[in-house]
């Protein structure tokens, strides 16, 4: 089945490290995003893909770092220098950026950092 | 940002209509977006507007006008289970979204 798959679900780190959360995509989507959601709020766009090989900054993209070496794939790490970093992460991917087509979300990862 | 605004909640009676209201302020956009979100899921897609006008999908409409910088997403026969958050996002380069809506629906 085609999908989009974040890993993992869930994820526990302490204060000051690095972490890397997963987005793999099967859908032959060109265009792929990350998005940051705290409680009770609407999805703030951290970085986006149009392409491999290029992203660009979204509106919060402070502390946080992307690569887009393959179309299927778009890991964002989380540095230790995002202030709040504790969060429900969201990754999306849409074939064409122009066109009009729906966006498809992960399942997302509940990073939390003690 | 494209200043998108929506009601933070609304609350309805099961069997009732509810109808959630969006405003941006940027005309640079191809179409908008409506997504349903339960808590800690991930955002579905619920319905798209290209040209100003309704769009009916079910017991879910859309509607958009860009000349008043409005979109609202009317839900009707409400149910219990369509008790959720209620996105609505601008198609532009970003795919920009709005805060959301939670709808809460009553027996």
């Known amino acids: 089945d085609g999908g989009i798959t974040q890993s993992p679900k869930y994820l526990f780190r302490k204060e000051g490290q690095n972490v890397t959360l997963s987005c793999e995509q099967n859908?032959?989507?060109?265009?792929m995003y990350w998005y940051r959601q705290d409680p009770g709020q609407g999805l703030r766009l951290i970085y986006y893909?149009?392409?491999?090989?290029?992203?660009q900054k979204g509106d919060i993209a402070e502390g946080y770092s992307v690569s887009r070496e393959k179309k299927e794939s778009f890991p964002l790490t989380v540095t230790s220098a995002q202030k709040n970093p504790t969060a429900f992460y969201l990754c999306a991917s849409r074939s064409e950026v122009v066109m009009n087509t729906e966006a498809f979300f992960g399942q997302g990862t509940r990073l939390t950092v003690v | 940002g494209q200043n998108i605004d929506q009601p933070t909640e609304m609350t309805a009676t099961e069997g009732a209509i509810v109808q959630i209201n969006c405003t941006y302020q940027?005309?640079?956009?191809?179409?908008l977006f409506w997504y349903q979100q339960h808590a800690g899921e991930a955002p579905t897609f619920l319905s798209y507007n290209v040209l100003d006008g309704l769009e009916e999908k079910g017991r879910f409409s859309s509607f958009l006008s860009r000349s008043k910088g409005y979109s609202y997403l009317l839900l009707k026969e409400l149910q219990m289970k369509d008790s959720a958050s209620y996105l609505c996002?601008?198609?532009?380069?970003?795919?920009?979204f709005g805060a959301g809506t939670t709808v809460t629906v009553r027996a």
């Open positions: 940027t005309s640079g956009f191809n179409g």
């Open positions: 996002a601008l198609n532009d380069y970003k795919l920009s």
């Open positions: 893909s149009q392409i491999v090989n290029d992203f």
């Open positions: 859908l032959n989507h060109d265009a």
